[in-house]
Nanobody, 114 residues
Framework: QVQLVESGGGLVQAGGSLRLSCTAS???????MGWYRRAPGMQRELVARISNGRTPYYADSVKGRFTISRDNALNTVYLQMNSLKPEDTAVYYC?????????WGRGTQVTVSS
């Protein structure tokens, strides 16, 4: 069983930056970690993902603004979000894949004011 704990959400003005963190515990066999988000009235979407040995994936809407990174020693994934826009407002969820099972964090709210 993998537990994910997110932090780093908050309120920021458009053009600002935030960094989300997600630390996994309970398994050392995590093959991929990523971030999803769900805006009000919208479906959940994949924002960024980092997998062992693969180029990180980014949604088109965040390319050039967001950077995902992972510290394997700490079992932590980060999402650096720059040049934030009001449309980035959403609940952001950490996701991890371990032995073909998916795990989710509780989510952290990111609100970008115009």
């Amino acid at each position: 069983q993998v537990q994910l704990v997110e932090s780093g959400g908050g309120l920021v003005q458009a053009g600002g930056s935030l960094r989300l963190s997600c630390t996994a515990s309970g398994s050392s066999r995590i093959s991929a970690m990523g971030w999803y988000r769900r805006a009000p009235g919208m479906q959940r979407e994949l924002v960024a993902r980092i997998s062992n040995g693969r180029t990180p994936y980014y949604a088109d809407s965040v390319k050039g603004r967001f950077t995902i990174s992972r510290d394997n020693a700490l079992n932590t994934v980060y999402l650096q979000m720059n040049s934030l826009k009001p449309e980035d407002t959403a609940v952001y969820y950490c996701n991890a894949v371990s032995i073909d099972l998916e795990y989710w964090g509780r989510g952290t709210q990111v609100t970008v004011s115009s």
